[in-house]
C-alpha cells in the first residue's frame, strides 16, 4: 500500500514536470504579421489573453506591462515580445486591434483568429474563457476571463506567470528576471 | 470677491458635496479610439448614521449606465451588474479597478484625455450628486 501511493505519487510529479515542461507551439495571424512562437528563438513571449472591449481588467495588465516595458533598455526590450490575444474575434480585427494594441506600446502585439485556433491555444495554456450576455443582444455582451499573464519561452515552456493582483514592483521583476535567462 | 469664488470652483471640483453623501477623486479611464465601454472610479463617503445606497448612475456619454462589480469565480473574472451599491454609516466605498465601478456602455463618443464627462448619481435618501469627472490615464503604481 505505501508502495503504490508511492508510485502514485511519483506518476504525479513526472506527469506536472511533463506538463509544465512539454513544448507548444502555435501560429496566428497578428498586427505584426503571423506570429509564430516556435520562431521567437531568444526571446521571452509575454502571453495575455483578453479581448478589445473589456474596459477594466485588460487595460490595466497592458498599462502595467507597457509601464514595465518602458523601463527597459533596448537590449531587453529587443529579447521580449508582448502578445495580446482577443479572444472576441467577432468584434476584434487585426485593424482596430492595431490602433488598440499600439496604445499601450508601439511594439506590443494583438492577434486574434478563428475560435477553433484560440481555443487550442487557450487550452494549452490553461486559460479560460467564456461569453457572458446579459441583455441577450448580438453586439453588447462581456467576456468572463482568466486574468493571468504568462512568460514564455519560444518551446511554449512557462517560465512564470504574473497575476492580475501582483503588485507592480513584482510583475517588474518578473519580467526581469526571466529576461536574464534569455541568451 | 474673485478669489474666494475661484477657491470655491476649485474646491467643488475636487470634492462634490450634497448631505450626507460626498464624492472624491473620481475619474474616467482613458480608453483607446474606438472603444465601447469603459469604467468610472471615485470614492464615495456617506457622514450619515445610517446605510445610504446608490441606485443608479447616468451620463449623456453612453448610452448604458450600470454599477457594476468583479467577482472572480472558477478562475475567471467575471464583470457583473449590481442593482445598488451599500455605502455603510459613516464610511466610505472604494470604486476602483478590479472592484466596484461605473460601467459606461456604449459611449456615443471617443474618450479624449482630460475631458470631464458629467456623472449624475442618484442615491435611496433621495440625495442626487452631479460629478465632473476627467478622464484619465490610469498608472498601475498609483493605484
Do not use: W
Amino acid at each position: 500500500m505505501k508502495l503504490l501511493s508511492y508510485l502514485l505519487f511519483t506518476l504525479i510529479i513526472l506527469a506536472s514536470v511533463f506538463f509544465l515542461t512539454k513544448e507548444k507551439d502555435f501560429q496566428i495571424a497578428s498586427t505584426q504579421g503571423e506570429f509564430r512562437l516556435s520562431k521567437q528563438e531568444n526571446k521571452l513571449v509575454v502571453l495575455y489573453f483578453g479581448y478589445r472591449f473589456c474596459p477594466d481588467i485588460c487595460p490595466t495588465t497592458l498599462n502595467t506591462l507597457s509601464q514595465v516595458y518602458k523601463n527597459l533598455s533596448a537590449e531587453e526590450k529587443s529579447k521580449l515580445k508582448v502578445l495580446f490575444i482577443s479572444v472576441d474575434s467577432k468584434r476584434d480585427t487585426l485593424d482596430n486591434l492595431k490602433e488598440y494594441i499600439e496604445f499601450f506600446d508601439q511594439d506590443f502585439i494583438a492577434a486574434t483568429g478563428a475560435r477553433d485556433l484560440i481555443d487550442s491555444i487557450a487550452d494549452d495554456f490553461g486559460f479560460k474563457y467564456s461569453f457572458f450576455n446579459q441583455n441577450g443582444d448580438d453586439e453588447n455582451y462581456s467576456v468572463d476571463h482568466s486574468t493571468f499573464t504568462l512568460l514564455i519561452d519560444s518551446k511554449g515552456r512557462i517560465k512564470d506567470t504574473i497575476l492580475h493582483e501582483d503588485a507592480f514592483e513584482i510583475i517588474k521583476r518578473k519580467i526581469t528576471n526571466n529576461l536574464k535567462g534569455i541568451e | 470677491m474673485k478669489i474666494i469664488l475661484t477657491i470655491t470652483l476649485m474646491l467643488t471640483s475636487l470634492i462634490s458635496f450634497a448631505g450626507s453623501i460626498s464624492v472624491e477623486d473620481p475619474y474616467v479611464r482613458l480608453l483607446p479610439k474606438g472603444s465601447m465601454a469603459t469604467g468610472a472610479f471615485m470614492t464615495i463617503s456617506n457622514s450619515s448614521e445610517k446605510t445610504i445606497k446608490l441606485l443608479s448612475a447616468t451620463t449623456s456619454k453612453s448610452k448604458i449606465t450600470q454599477i457594476h462589480n468583479h467577482i472572480k469565480e472558477n478562475g475567471m473574472m467575471k464583470m457583473r451588474e449590481i442593482p445598488y451599491l451599500e455605502i455603510p454609516a459613516k464610511s466610505s466605498v472604494k470604486l476602483k479597478p478590479g472592484s466596484f465601478h461605473i460601467m459606461l456602455m456604449q459611449l456615443r463618443s471617443d474618450l479624449v484625455l482630460g475631458e470631464k464627462i458629467k456623472i449624475n448619481l442618484s442615491f435611496d435618501n433621495d440625495e442626487k450628486i452631479t460629478i465632473d469627472t476627467p478622464v484619465k490615464k490610469i498608472n498601475r503604481k498609483k493605484m
